[in-house]
């Protein structure tokens, strides 16, 4: 694997040195220039013999210190190569201040003069290293060998609604959820008037318990039984905490974060008197007598009636639980197997005209043993090339094995994983630095996956946005990645807890990752990805005392950190890791810190910067504007942020922001200048009032995000021309109906518009007429006061998608059947008009029923959207 990983790197690598466009604003001479080229020349060569180099490294131990010599002096290359693009972009906005008459005072220091004798010692550095490497080839009798490229997959699955957004299709299992059902609610009074039991569903890993879980919670029976239906996926330790949190923010929505807890105790209490609960524990790994009594006393005040599901592999919990009423899931039948496998290998009746492939296919199957994770990877993998010879060599691995064990399970993933393209192996194993069931988004890892090196550098015809949706697409076609939600431009998704186990085996020798704790001494010399995820518990470490290896983090070496661990870092820790001036990613999820230290304006390569959850952070420092690489900047859920730096715009690479703030106002950020800004996330501003004023710039912004801005009054849309996304939920003042700026004409081309929790919303804005033309999909959710789609809806001659979710007062619905684009439509939550879009008896089921995909209160009612 080592080499196939060099492979990529190299390539990566002689991309940047075969595309010299910053030369013109950061190479001085034309010398500089050609030992680059040297440097070209170098890589080219040892690259074609790399593939060789793989097969034959077994115990040549010469051979593996080749390759291992070979990565530090790629990622040398690459750092000094991104120093250059650095130097352009220092140049480029100091040019900029100096035509407005704005130098400022942070470039005195630069001088360009010590950075290119810098630069011309390095080069030379390497140019030496890499002649000596080259004339080491000849002694390992490596051959030059061409890249297989036959494992790409040729087909990529299409994203059909009934494939993606939840509506992942459960098939074979609607006997196993009347019976969980039966369960839940019996007909006898509960025994000895206790008010809680448990239901554990269990079975190996991959059958599909959470999918059934998913299944019977969303039944309507058992939605009208229980007063209150909570979800937590626990694939870490049992957490009590976690479960009072999310109980109560399924009855309140609120953020619980900053509550002690007595208060949770407190709302808890109050949330689940008398009230009968549906709790779901997803994927329970490690339960003891001490958690789960400790929960029952939690929920002593829940009404008599109240059930527990357990998902969970460990057959122990019956007896911690004292259940009588385990469900042992079973594999599905084989009629059920070869069902989803067609669903995931075939596109619609194409097996009908691949008999001999659908024979291969059925012995498979037969091997899958019922697994549905075993078949819907299999059938991925084999959808990606429809070729009689592949499906041969794949039914004929001896890694294709009759499943029996979970071992055997993993076996068969692994095999999946093999014959991914190794761009997309690096992809999916740096996934492993993130929790165990972590929802992704899109977004956030198109720019972790940029300043990983793990998509190609983007230009004016290629964002990295576009990069990392094609390899997110193409994994989730190969059920790598499971869609969670899917709207408009935004997808969100995660990773089967079975896959995450794959992932972190393969970490280590894809991406050069260690998964560190609280007591880690030291990093691993050659380590480059850097993860802290366990929490601290209660004495392991002292007040204000650091993990151990945090004041260790000083290696050049080290491109990303990634720290998902409640009050780890202070001020003193972030000075350690500015010391890390190749950094690419930092991530500090719930850091204790009350002000990023200016320090943070070293790290000139660093291309994201997360600081999500940070109660205690105040403001953000004026040296955070030197971040000139930055595409990513969260300070989402800060809600002690009482001030972000003056003229971001300095900025000049940020492409996505999202923020939570104290301020009233934006403007003097200079947000409003931003001109590479494409995604704006604005969420839990209880202060905002003024969002931009005066001259606006935002002459790229793709998708507005506003959530939760009660005092916001005013939206400037009509200087917003280049919008496609726009998100508005909670906020009451914004009238939706008079946001046009007094312009009697709006410019206004979304694609995408969603609009939630608005009970003031009476009637659609009348200015989404701006858009009728481009608008594919319109969400409403949660206006409790709408009472009617208007008569225009018809003129929305490009809608694919249409939304309906807890809007009670609408009952009708005009001009659906003129929607001839409308490729699916959702509905919940509205009792009149569910009714009368039922399958034939329905009032609206005439107009509506030419829509390929339908889904009505969590039930698929119609599917012909292959």
Request: aromatic residues 8%.
């Amino acid at each position: 694997m080592a080499s196939s990983v060099l492979y990529g790197i190299t390539e990566r690598v002689l991309q940047k040195l075969g595309s010299l466009a910053l030369e013109e604003d950061a190479l001085v001479d034309d010398g500089t220039e050609a030992k680059l080229r040297k440097l070209q020349y170098a890589l080219a060569s040892i690259k074609g013999v790399l593939l060789d180099a793989e097969e034959k490294q077994g115990n040549n131990y010469k051979l593996r210190a080749w390759l291992e010599q070979l990565k530090d002096v790629l990622y040398d290359v690459e750092d000094l190569l991104d120093d250059v693009r650095c130097e352009a972009l220092r140049k480029k906005l100091n040019g900029q201040q100096r035509k407005h008459g704005k130098v400022r005072h942070f470039f005195s220091c630069s001088n360009p003069f010590t950075f290119y004798v810098k630069m011309g010692k390095k080069i030379c550095k390497i140019e030496g290293r890499l002649k000596q490497m080259v004339g080491e080839i000849e002694g390992f009798g490596l051959s030059k060998r061409a890249c297989d490229g036959s494992v790409v997959g040729a087909r990529v699955r299409e994203m059909k609604p009934n494939l993606v957004g939840g509506f992942d299709p459960i098939i074979g299992r609607d006997a196993d959820k009347d019976k969980i059902i039966e369960l839940l609610m019996p007909q006898d009074p509960p025994r000895d008037g206790a008010n809680l039991s448990v239901i554990p569903i269990v079975g190996i890993g991959g059958l599909g318990k959470t999918a059934l879980a998913r299944l019977v919670s969303e039944d309507v029976r058992v939605r009208e039984h229980f007063a209150l239906t909570t979800w937590v996926s626990m694939p870490g330790d049992f957490n009590v905490r976690l479960i009072m949190e999310r109980i109560i923010q399924s009855k309140l929505g609120q953020s619980l974060n900053n509550l002690d807890f007595p208060q949770l105790q407190t709302l808890l209490r109050g949330v689940i008197s008398r009230c009968r609960l549906l709790l779901v524990l997803d994927d329970v790994r490690k339960m003891n007598w001490a958690d789960w009594d400790y929960l029952r006393s939690q929920l002593a005040e829940a009404a008599n009636g109240t059930k527990v599901i357990m998902t969970t592999r460990d057959k122990n919990v019956r007896i911690v639980t004292n259940s009588l009423l385990v469900y042992n899931l079973q594999g599905l039948s084989h009629e059920d197997s070869m069902s989803l496998f067609k669903t995931w290998a075939f596109d619609q009746n194409e097996w009908e005209i691949s008999p001999h492939l659908l024979q291969i296919g059925d012995e498979i199957v037969g091997k899958c043993r019922g697994v549905p994770l075993a078949l819907k990877m299999l059938g991925g993998l084999l959808y990606s090339k429809n070729d009689e010879q592949f499906w041969e060599l794949v039914r004929a691995d001896d890694m294709c094995r009759s499943i029996k064990t979970e071992e055997d399970i993993l076996c068969t993933l692994k095999l999946c994983f093999i014959y991914l393209p190794s761009h997309l192996k690096r992809c999916f194993a740096l996934c492993s630095v993130f929790r165990r069931g972590t929802i992704m988004s899109n977004l956030y890892m198109a720019y972790f996956w940029t300043a990983c090196g793990l998509v190609p550098p983007s230009n004016e015809n290629r964002a990295p946005e576009d990069a990392c949706d094609k390899y997110l697409k193409e994994l989730w076609s190969r059920s790598f990645f499971q869609v969670v939600w899917q709207s408009g431009s935004s997808l969100d998704f995660n990773m089967h807890d079975l896959l995450y186990d794959l992932a972190l085996s393969v970490s280590t020798e894809q991406i050069d990752c260690s998964m560190l704790s609280h007591s880690s001494q030291t990093i691993p010399e050659r380590t480059r990805h850097v993860s802290l995820l366990q929490t601290v518990s209660s004495g392991q470490l002292k007040e204000n005392e650091s993990p151990p290896f945090l004041s260790r983090l000083k290696s050049n070496r080290v491109r990303m950190i990634n720290c998902v661990s409640r009050d780890t870092c202070n001020t003193r820790d972030l000075d350690s890791m500015s010391k890390c001036e190749y950094l690419r990613f930092l991530h500090l999820s719930f850091s204790s810190f009350e002000e990023l230290p200016s320090s943070i304006g070293k790290l000139k390569h660093l291309t994201v910067l997360s600081l999500g959850g940070n109660f205690r952070m105040k403001k953000l420092p004026d040296a955070t504007c030197k971040l000139h690489s930055l595409l990513f900047l969260s300070v989402f859920r800060c809600s002690g942020l009482e001030e972000l730096p003056q003229e971001m715009d300095r900025m000049i690479n940020l492409r996505c922001l999202w923020l939570t703030t104290k301020q009233k106002s934006l403007l003097e950020s200079g947000i409003h200048r931003m001109k590479s800004l494409r995604y704006l996330e604005i969420h839990n501003c209880g202060n905002l009032e003024v969002l931009f004023g005066g001259t606006i710039c935002l002459n790229n912004l793709l998708s507005l995000t506003i959530n939760n801005c009660p005092r916001l009054a005013s939206l400037p849309l009509s200087e917003l021309t280049a919008l496609e996304s726009l998100k508005i939920t909670g906020c009451d003042k914004l009238m939706l109906t008079q946001l046009k700026d007094n312009k009697s004409d709006l410019f206004l081309k979304l694609r995408f518009f969603t609009v939630s929790a608005s009970p003031r919303l009476v009637h659609l804005p009348q200015w989404l007429l701006a858009s009728a033309d481009t608008l594919e999909e319109l969400y409403i959710i949660d206006c409790r006061n709408l009472m009617a789609l208007p008569e225009w809806l018809q003129d929305l001659t490009q809608l694919k998608k249409l939304h309906i979710f807890g809007c009670p007062q609408l009952s009708m619905m005009q001009g659906v059947d003129l929607l001839t684009a409308l490729q699916e439509l959702c509905i919940a939550g509205c009792p009149e008009l569910s009714k009368k879009c039922q399958v034939e008896d329905g009032e609206l089921w005439p107009e509506v029923s030419h829509v390929p995909f339908i889904k009505v209160n969590s039930k698929v009612v119609q599917s012909n959207a292959h």
